[in-house]
């Protein structure tokens, strides 16, 4: 079973070599798939023909649209502007780069590894990646450990429900918790995020609490199912290849370039729209105005053209421009926060854990129109065995 658990097949594979234009289906629409990696990068790349700043939740796939009109930033904002939010937003979230940074998240790290070797069995997805994924986040927003709890109870996506895509009463609650929030810090500032953003000075004014839900609401959504699914299906990969774990720990110098080739096969986040804001074409196919395109970063991560045996794990990749934290402009703020957690990962783990025996799964699964990907798993079941 264990052989089998950590494969991860490219469903696009077959439309990424033909030249007939491709679709997904969302919610009635029929949105162009973009798949080559060169394609993805040069639409990602021309934010001028396909925006990021349309109706809030518009370039999301399956689209938001329905359940929040607030706009995430800078996500959902397109230059000028966005690189005027972006210069706000990035010295806070390079701290990850940081040693002590990565100390923290190390210790975090034993910490749960202890907890799950003391269990006789541990469920990896809500029992042990969301918490860790959330624990974690409480240091990239300087905010107490206790609120990671809170975090943890609204399960792997923050704002939008597992079986319904119109369902807004998540979405609503979070916009609730971040106005509470916003007012609790804004009455007792501290070292804290909200007090940061609060303190701020933006194009000669201070941000707008609107402004600063938008920021929090992509800082919770943006780095949570994905770095939930990034773990989980690394820790099956480790699973399913013991010999992994041993390499790992006899070439610590490896673990950068395994983190960047776990992220490129896995690509925890399929595809994000972008909005054409004229009539356009993409790979020769014409696409209208207000019509969505995917960058399908999946697809793109296993271009033949590109990479060297693709559909294989190989830890030690030396050139590996995968696009799993996207591309140009709106490249992944979190990038440094999700890279530090799974660089921890591989570092601590091999030192406590022998093995890791995969006990039940449960895969998850995108159905897409023509195309069935997985993502990573609804849950998962394992016992950790600690290193003799």
Same mark, same amino acid.
């Given at each position: 079973?264990?052989?089998?658990?950590?494969?991860?097949?490219?469903?696009?594979?077959?439309?990424?070599?033909?030249?007939?234009?491709?679709?997904?289906?969302?919610?009635?629409?029929?949105?162009?798939?973009?798949?080559?990696?060169?394609?993805?990068?040069?639409?990602?790349?021309?934010?001028?023909?396909?925006?990021?700043?349309?109706?809030? +939740?518009?370039?999301?796939?399956?689209?938001?649209?329905?359940?929040?009109?607030?706009?995430?930033?800078?996500?959902?904002?397109?230059?000028?502007?966005?690189?005027?939010?972006?210069?706000?937003?990035?010295?806070? /979230?390079?701290?990850?780069?940081?040693?002590?940074?990565?100390?923290?998240?190390?210790?975090?790290?034993?910490?749960?590894?202890?907890?799950?070797?003391?269990?006789?069995?541990?469920?990896?997805?809500?029992?042990?990646?969301?918490?860790?994924?959330?624990?974690?986040?409480?240091?990239?927003?300087?905010?107490?450990?206790?609120?990671?709890?809170?975090?943890?109870?609204? +399960?792997?996506?923050?704002?939008?429900?597992?079986?319904?895509?119109?369902?807004?009463?998540?979405?609503?609650?979070?916009?609730?918790?971040?106005?509470?929030?916003?007012?609790?810090?804004?009455?007792?500032?501290?070292?804290?995020?909200?007090?940061?953003?609060?303190?701020?000075? /933006?194009?000669?004014?201070?941000?707008?609490?609107?402004?600063?839900?938008?920021?929090?609401?992509?800082?919770?959504?943006?780095?949570?199912?994905?770095?939930?699914?990034?773990?989980?299906?690394?820790?099956?990969?480790?699973?399913?290849?013991?010999?992994?774990?041993?390499?790992?720990?006899?070439?610590?110098?490896?673990?950068?370039?395994?983190?960047?080739?776990?992220?490129?096969?896995?690509?925890?986040?399929?595809?994000?729209?972008?909005?054409?804001?004229?009539?356009?074409?993409?790979?020769?196919?014409?696409?209208?105005?207000?019509?969505?395109?995917?960058?399908?970063?999946?697809?793109?991560?296993?271009?033949?053209?590109? /990479?060297?045996?693709?559909?294989?794990?190989?830890?030690?990749?030396?050139?590996?421009?995968?696009?799993?934290?996207?591309?140009?402009?709106?490249?992944?703020?979190?990038?440094?926060?999700?890279?530090?957690?799974?660089? +921890?990962?591989?570092?601590?783990?091999?030192?406590?854990?022998?093995?890791?025996?995969?006990?039940?799964?449960?895969?998850?699964?995108?159905?897409?129109?023509?195309?069935?990907?997985?993502?990573?798993?609804?849950?998962?079941?394992?016992?950790?065995?600690?290193?003799?």
């Amino acid at each position: 079973m264990t052989k089998d658990v950590a494969e991860f097949s490219d469903p696009f594979a077959q439309a990424r070599i033909g030249t007939e234009q491709k679709f997904v289906d969302d919610q009635g629409e029929n949105i162009t798939l973009v798949l080559g990696h060169r394609d993805v990068r040069k639409c990602a790349h021309d934010h001028r023909r396909f925006q990021s700043g349309a109706e809030p +939740g518009r370039i999301v796939i399956p689209s938001e649209e329905n359940i929040r009109d607030l706009r995430q930033i800078p996500f959902e904002v397109d230059p000028p502007m966005h690189k005027d939010y972006r210069n706000l937003l990035e010295d806070w /979230f390079r701290r990850p780069q940081q040693k002590a940074y990565q100390n923290k998240i190390n210790e975090l790290l034993r910490s749960s590894l202890a907890n799950a070797l003391a269990s006789e069995q541990v469920e990896l997805v809500h029992d042990f990646s969301l918490p860790l994924q959330s624990r974690a986040l409480t240091f990239l927003l300087n905010l107490p450990m206790s609120e990671a709890e809170t975090w943890i109870s609204w +399960g792997t996506h923050v704002f939008r429900s597992d079986d319904n895509p119109l369902d807004d009463d998540k979405a609503n609650h979070l916009v609730e918790y971040l106005q509470a929030q916003i007012e609790k810090y804004e009455a007792s500032p501290g070292k804290d995020i909200y007090s940061v953003l609060l303190s701020l000075d /933006f194009q000669g004014r201070k941000l707008t609490h609107e402004e600063i839900q938008g920021i929090m609401m992509l800082t919770f959504a943006g780095g949570r199912d994905t770095v939930v699914n990034a773990l989980t299906n690394s820790l099956a990969y480790l699973a399913a290849h013991p010999e992994a774990i041993t390499r790992l720990r006899s070439k610590p110098d490896m673990i950068n370039s395994a983190v960047e080739e776990l992220v490129r096969y896995f690509a925890p986040l399929t595809q994000m729209g972008r909005v054409a804001t004229e009539d356009t074409e993409v790979c020769g196919h014409a696409v209208a105005q207000n019509a969505r395109i995917s960058l399908c970063w999946a697809s793109a991560n296993r271009d033949e053209n590109v /990479f060297e045996d693709p559909h294989e794990v190989k830890l030690d990749r030396k050139v590996n421009p995968h696009l799993s934290f996207g591309f140009g402009v709106h490249k992944c703020l979190g990038a440094h926060h999700a890279r530090a957690i799974l660089r +921890g990962m591989l570092h601590v783990l091999p030192q406590m854990v022998e093995q890791i025996e995969i006990i039940d799964y449960e895969e998850k699964i995108e159905p897409w129109k023509g195309f069935e990907r997985k993502v990573g798993y609804e849950k998962m079941t394992v016992r950790f065995h600690p290193k003799s």
